[in-house]
Each structure stands twice: as C-alpha cells, then as structure tokens.
T-cell receptor, first 112, second 115 residues
C-alpha cells in the first residue's frame, strides 16, 4: 500500500466549475499536509498547507483535512484553464525530523 | 529573491561519467533535499540535510553522494552515471530543522539524460 495515494486522473472540469482533488494517507500520525501544483516541465509550487482538521481557505483554493478518515482534499473554485496542471499531495509526520512523502499526483484539465 | 537555484538546467552524460549537480538557496533555510522525479513514480527523496553539517539517506540513495558545503549549498554527485539515473532532479529547502511543519520550496530542476 502506498503511503500517500492520489487518483492519477486526468480530472476534467469545465471552466468555472469546482475541481475536487483527493488524497489519502496511511500514517495515522501524520500532522502536516501540503498541496503543490506542478505545470508540465516545471517544478512543484506550494499552493497550500493545512495542519488542523477542518477547512482552510486561500482565495479560490480550499484545503480540507479529516484526520479520522485519513484524507485531505483540495477544492478549486471557479476553475480556470490556467489551473490545468498536476497537483501533488504531500504528507509529513510529527516525530523527530520528518520527511515529506509525496503522492504521484492528480492531473487536472480545465476546458474553456 | 532567487529562492532555490539549481545548475545546470540540462545535462547529457555518457554511462560511467561523473558529474555534480549544484544547489543553492538564499532563504536562510536550515534543511535541504534532493529528489528525483520519474514518470509514474512521483518525487522520491535521494538524500537530505536536516541542518548544516549533517546528511542522511532518503528513499533512493544508491549511486549518489551529497555534500552540504555550507548553510546555503547542497550538492549531489553521480560518481559513475548509469542509464537508470536518467531523470529530473529537484533540490528543495525548508526552514525547519525537524519536528516542525515548514513547507519545502523547490528549485527549477535539472533534466539529466544518461546515454
């Protein structure tokens, strides 16, 4: 079982719709959760991070965390064609020096 | 503010050649990392340096060595390149020494081909 799992996609949504990206993780002790966006041929770019259960909003982006169910999601409202990219979920534990564990990413396609 | 700078951006090597990938950050971060990214495999950690003067193996360290030259610089060396090391290499840095929740920030990557 992979430690961090994401559906590879592609997830296709029309412009203006809400895109919902999901991520599940296996380490119940995980404490920090990060979403990165990666355009084709580019490096990962941090979008949001969340530490506590519930929702965290930043502009058109909302991260949702449910530790009991071990999943974290990213909602993108009013999706734009420029949001088309691969979205990487990354998870970090809470003891000692913890490394990020990345999922393989979900490819999002937003059509005009 | 340059952030994390990697050199070179592209490189082609022959099997058996050696080379060093350079990484420097100007954010006064304590921790630095080297990843490789292959299709379908996601980002895999090669080596990391939790703080200046320390380095540790990640998930896929075989065939690589690293040096934390100072707080700013963290280099990755391939002693005898193999075709299996063809990949995109990313350097990243974060503020934390450990046990905290600081995100990692990535450089632009080095695209390496081994023939």
């Amino acid at each position: 079982q992979k430690e961090v799992e994401q559906n590879s996609g592609p997830l296709s949504v029309p412009e203006g719709a809400i895109a919902s990206l999901n991520c599940t993780y296996s380490d119940r002790g995980s404490q920090s959760f990060f979403w990165y966006r990666q355009y084709s041929g580019k490096s990962p770019e941090l979008i949001m991070f969340i530490y506590s259960n519930g929702d965290k909003e930043d502009g058109r982006f909302t991260a949702q965390l449910n530790k009991a169910s071990q999943y974290v999601s990213l909602l993108i409202r009013d999706s734009q064609p420029s949001d088309s990219a691969t979205y990487l979920c990354a998870v970090k534990g809470n003891t000692g020096f913890q490394k990020l564990v990345f999922g393989t990413g979900t490819r999002l396609l937003v059509s005009p | 503010n340059a952030g994390v700078t990697q050199t070179p951006k592209f490189q082609v090597l022959k099997t058996g050649q050696s080379m060093t990938l350079q990484c420097a950050q100007d954010m006064n971060h304590n921790s630095m990392y080297w990843y490789r990214q292959d299709p379908g495999m996601g980002l895999r950690l090669i080596y990391y340096s939790a703080s200046e003067g320390t380095t540790d193996k990640g998930e896929v360290p075989n065939g690589y060595n690293v040096s934390r030259l100072n707080k700013r610089e963290f280099s990755l060396r391939l002693e005898s390149a193999a075709p299996s090391q063809t990949s995109v290499y990313f350097c990243a840095s974060s503020l934390d020494r450990g046990g905290s929740n600081q995100p990692q920030h990535f450089g632009d990557g080095t695209r390496l081909s081994i023939l």
